[in-house]
């Protein structure tokens, strides 16, 4: 099968190439750019900068924001490299909530659980109500790839205040952010942006907003007169209002170097890729794998699917630890019975598709999941 984007696979670390890697939903590989580019930071930005390096590290934020726009439908300064999600998503719900009054919040009981706890905490400090489905007006968090099952939202039109999580969508499905009229977004960097484990995440805010709302998070870097140390605290102007403390010069260059490789891929040929590798699991699963007690659980229609499908099965934990204890093979547990095949179109390849769907075959045919111990923490 053609694949333009296989010459890419060669750019990143890859230490053995008989481990297949299902979970860069989760994780995104190395990129030996990362690795270069983080020992020049280190041993000369740090090392013989010094304090010095400040000049060129104190834009990074905006800079790898605005790389980071290119790839999701943002034009510049409405991006912010900062923080976490949660970070992000606790400071855009009481922004939007002071800046458009109380009014209910709405977040889908299934939804990823740290865009549930923020709303949760976020709610109870407000006092006001959570409700499971749009309540107008409200403040809407929405995931636009759903973790579990890869379903990707339709983005429509809303009265509500919509403020949406990015992190399983951007870099793998196409993000039209201004085009779609997004008021405010929030995502993290280390899965198919390929930032690295605990890398800076990210938050939106549309241009005509950001002078309306104001971060709850009133840290230094926020302040408009940053290095006069003044006695009051006043936003910033524009993006960098959304900043709180000193950001991780190291985390943000490892993510603008992921996220280099994204744009140079092209999101549009990324899609296009993980609609053929998840078509091709799909396929060979009900062929193969359904006649053994799977189920597709994510969407037949290739364009409604990330770069995952999730395979329900009443024994998927133990059959995903047999998989990376006896198969060689990382995929991915959601509970409860969610195996989650991940398919990074830059570092997978079509016949990985295939290989995945022998090994889970050889876990289930030879019993292997049955002697797997399945207690203690579920990652």
Same mark, same amino acid.
Request: glycine share 8%; with cysteine; charged share 25%.
């Given at each position: 099968? $053609? ?7 060669? &750019? ?7 481990? =297949? ?7 995104? &590989? ?22 010095? #390096? ?15 726009? #290119? ?20 400071? =855009? ?55 579990? #099952? ?64 104001? $971060? ?164």
């Amino acid at each position: 099968m $053609s694949d333009p984007l296989a010459p890419f696979l060669d &750019r990143f670390v890859v230490t053995d190439r008989s481990l =297949l890697y299902l979970d860069g939903n989760s994780l995104g &590989r190395l990129p030996k750019a990362t690795v270069e580019r983080l020992r020049h930071v280190v041993e000369h930005e740090w090392g013989d900068g010094l304090v010095r #390096s400040w000049a060129d590290w104190i834009e990074a934020p905006v800079r790898v924001g605005d790389l980071i726009g #290119s790839v999701i439908g943002a034009a510049p300064g409405q991006v912010l490299c900062c923080d976490s999600t949660t970070v992000n998503l606790y400071k =855009l719900v009481h922004a939007a909530l002071d800046a458009f009054g109380p009014r209910p919040l709405v977040v889908d009981p299934t939804d990823f659980p740290t865009d549930r706890y923020v709303v949760e905490g976020v709610a109870r400090q407000r006092g006001v109500e959570v409700h499971e489905r749009p309540v107008e007006p409200s403040v809407v968090v929405r995931s636009l790839v759903d973790y579990r #099952s890869g379903e990707v939202a339709v983005v429509e039109p809303s009265d509500d205040v919509v403020i949406w999580d990015l992190s399983h969508a951007a870099g793998s499905v196409p993000v039209h952010l201004d085009e779609w009229g997004v008021q405010l977004a929030v995502g993290c960097t280390y899965k198919h942006l390929l930032g690295g484990p605990g890398a800076p995440a990210y938050l939106y805010v549309a241009g005509e907003l950001q002078e309306r709302l104001r $971060s709850p998070i009133q840290g230094w870097f926020g302040q408009r007169d940053q290095f006069e140390m003044g006695p009051a605290y006043v936003p910033a102007e524009g993006i960098e209002r959304f900043h709180a403390g000193t950001p991780p010069i190291l985390g943000l260059a490892a993510v603008e170097e992921g996220v280099r490789l994204v744009a140079e891929a092209g999101v549009d040929r990324i899609h296009a890729k993980a609609m053929a590798l998840t078509s091709r699991l799909v396929e060979l699963a009900e062929e193969r794998l359904a006649p053994r007690g799977f189920e597709v659980a994510s969407p037949r229609d290739a364009a409604r699917r990330g770069a995952q499908v999730s395979l329900r099965h009443p024994e998927a934990l133990a059959i995903s630890r047999a998989l990376i204890e006896t198969q060689r093979a990382v995929p991915d547990f959601r509970a409860p019975d969610l195996l989650r095949v991940g398919l990074s179109p830059l570092t997978t390849r079509f016949d990985d598709v295939d290989e995945a769907v022998a090994r889970i075959e050889r876990v289930v045919r030879s019993g292997a999941h049955r002697g797997v111990d399945v207690s203690g923490r579920v990652r």
